[in-house]
Every structure is written in C-alpha cells, then in structure tokens.
Nanobody, 127 residues
Framework: QVQLVESGGGLVQAGGSLRLSCAAS????????MGWFRQAPGKEREFVAA????????WYADSVKGRFTISRVNAKNTVYLQMNSLKPENTAVYYC????????????????????WGQGTQVTVSS
C-alpha cells in the first residue's frame, strides 16, 4: 500500500524559507513522477513542482521558479521541496503526490495524473 507522508510545514515570515518532506513507502518509486501541489482556501489545487524519480528531471510552476527546488533522496525514499523567499500568497496546504504516466508538458502538471496523495501540510506565510 502506497503511503505518502508530508512534514515540514509551519508559520514563517515573508522572505523566509521552509523545507517540506514527503516520505514515500509501499513500493519502489523509480518509475514514478512525484509532485507537489498546493491548495489555498477557496481556490483550486494547483501544481507547484514535480520530479521524475528515476532520472531526476524537474518541472516548476512559473510562480515558484527560481525560489523553490524539488529534489529526492533515493536512500531515504523521500522527496523534498525547498521553498525560499516565501510570499504571503504561497500560503496553502501543500500536498505530495505520486503517479505513473506518460510524460507530456501538460500531464506532469495535472493533478488527475497522480494516483496517490499525502494528507497535506499547512504552510502559512505572514506579511
């Protein structure tokens, strides 16, 4: 059974940093895409970043490019999202997701391509 457990959220001032972790278990993830999505109150869930576990290729939403970094550590079966220069508009629940699909520019950014989800971790950025 696949389990994704996020941690690392919290309250931070604007300009600060947080590192989210996603501990994955239940199978080998080398053929998976791992994604981070977020959902703010009253808004739809949106793509933040993704990584191909095997190759390590990464993709980012334009709004976080240059500030956020997604990475994985194979030995720990863990995916990270390093978030720097945080802004109040980054406040949301952040979700880790895993999926197996044929890559396209659009597929990797679509939440419906990911079949497994964590419970989410709250990130609050104060101004």
């Amino acid at each position: 059974q696949v389990q994704l457990v996020e941690s690392g959220g919290g309250l931070v001032q604007a300009g600060g940093s947080l590192r989210l972790s996603c501990a994955a278990s239940g199978r080998t993830f080398t053929s998976y895409y791992m994604g981070w999505f977020r959902q703010a109150p009253g808004k739809e869930r949106e793509f933040v970043a993704a990584i191909n576990w095997n190759i390590g290729s990464t993709w980012y939403a334009d709004s976080v490019k240059g500030r956020f970094t997604i990475s994985r550590v194979n030995a720990k079966n863990t995916v990270y999202l390093q978030m720097n220069s945080l802004k109040p508009e980054n406040t949301a629940v952040y979700y880790c997701a895993a999926g197996v699909f044929i890559y396209t520019h659009y597929a990797v950014r679509r939440s419906d391509q990911y079949g497994y989800w964590g419970q989410g971790t709250q990130v609050t950025v104060s101004s």
